[in-house]
Nanobody, 121 residues
Framework: QVHLVESGGGSVQAGGSLRLSCAAS????????MAWFRQAPGKEREAVAG?????ITDYAESVKGRFAISKDENTLYLQMNSLNTEDTAMYYC?????????????????WGQGTQVTVSS
């Protein structure tokens, strides 16, 4: 059984930083492709960053150069720098079997409950 629990969200001013964490059940980060998604009110859920078992990473264009995804044995991280108001959303970590498109939410079988990030101007 896969369990994912996010933490680290909060309120920050534009230009600030936050680090999100996602605690995963044992072996999840090795068995699955891991990603961070976000969803703002009234918008589709979108992929933000992904990482595979050998630490090859993918990023959405909107966050390249500002966000960094990483992991250790059982925790997935998202370091977010230079935040702006458009980054305000609920952030989710998710796990998918290998072989699909990392950008597609439908590929992910397991989701955390989310952590809210609010960026004010």
């Amino acid at each position: 059984q896969v369990h994912l629990v996010e933490s680290g969200g909060g309120s920050v001013q534009a230009g600030g930083s936050l680090r999100l964490s996602c605690a995963a059940s044992a072996n999840t980060l090795f068995k699955y492709y891991m990603a961070w998604f976000r969803q703002a009110p009234g918008k589709e859920r979108e992929a933000v960053a992904g990482i595979n078992r050998i630490d090859i990473t993918d990023y959405a264009e909107s966050v390249k150069g500002r966000f960094a995804i990483s992991k250790d044995e059982n925790t997935l991280y998202l370091q977010m720098n230079s935040l702006n108001t458009e980054d305000t959303a609920m952030y989710y970590c998710a796990a998918a079997p290998y072989g699909g498109s990392w950008l597609s939410a439908s590929e992910y079988n397991y989701w955390g409950q989310g952590t809210q990030v609010t960026v004010s101007s």
